[in-house]
T-cell receptor, first 115, second 113 residues
């Protein structure tokens, strides 16, 4: 069974541009989470989607947005990129079924570099 | 709100040494507790978890016990290997956190041969 997959692996953008990151959850998982891991700042919660709806949002400006598609895949958009947006963006997914143990599984991440 | 505090790193040990990484938490109710590991250049992998008080999670020789009385979930391993070198994150999923994980700052572990 495939795990959480993310693309692209690496992305380089210039300041002011937009970046789009994509995530495919584990088959059967309906919840998708996005986290930002910037150098020295640990893991910061960005967004949570479940059944196509945004359920929760972390303390990030509105230029960070995303959506979840009917097949439960998700994309994260970052507009008006700033240098400090350079980070590893991690996507995670979780099953809707309690029998799965409520565990959240992470992908390998997408490295975004803003120059 | 929910929070997780991990012992500060980095931690450097020799192979076969005993490892403890402390983790304490603040949360209302009965959160689930997790340890994730991040190897260099990779994403996070679930190492172990515990969902109720006194549960012991274990995997790959690592153990952690959910202690409600001390709000702790310390990670231990009796004999570390060079391949255990990674960053370890303690995390909780609280009853009021909207299903998201709250992470500690991470502890860098380096094991020397």
């Amino acid at each position: 069974e495939a795990g959480v997959t993310q693309s692209p692996t690496h992305l380089i953008k210039t300041r002011g541009q937009q970046a789009t990151l994509r995530c495919s959850p584990i088959s059967g998982h309906t919840s998708v989470y996005w986290y930002q891991q910037a150098l020295g700042l640990g893991l910061q919660f960005l967004l949570w989607y479940d059944e196509g709806e945004e359920r929760n949002r972390g303390n990030f400006p509105p230029r960070f947005s995303g959506r979840q598609f009917p097949n439960y895949s998700s994309e994260l958009n970052v507009n008006a990129l700033e240098l400090e947006d350079s980070a590893l963006y991690l996507c995670a997914s979780r099953s809707r079924f309690r029998s799965s143990g409520n565990t959240i599984y992470f992908g390998e991440g997408s490295w975004l570099t803003v120059v | 709100g929910d929070s997780v505090t991990q012992m500060e790193g980095p931690v450097t040990l020799s192979e076969e040494a005993f490892l403890t990484i402390n983790c304490t938490y603040t949360a209302t109710g009965y959160p689930s507790l997790f340890w994730y590991v991040q190897y260099p250049g990779e994403g996070l992998q679930l190492l172990l978890k515990a969902t109720k008080a006194d549960d012991k999670g274990s995997n790959k020789g690592f153990e952690a016990t959910y202690r409600k009385e001390t709000t702790s979930f310390h990670l231990e391993k009796g004999s570390v290997q060079v391949s255990d070198s990674a960053v370890y994150f303690c995390a909780l999923k609280g009853e009021t956190s909207g299903s998201r994980l709250t992470f500690g700052e991470g502890t860098q572990l380096t094991v020397n041969p």
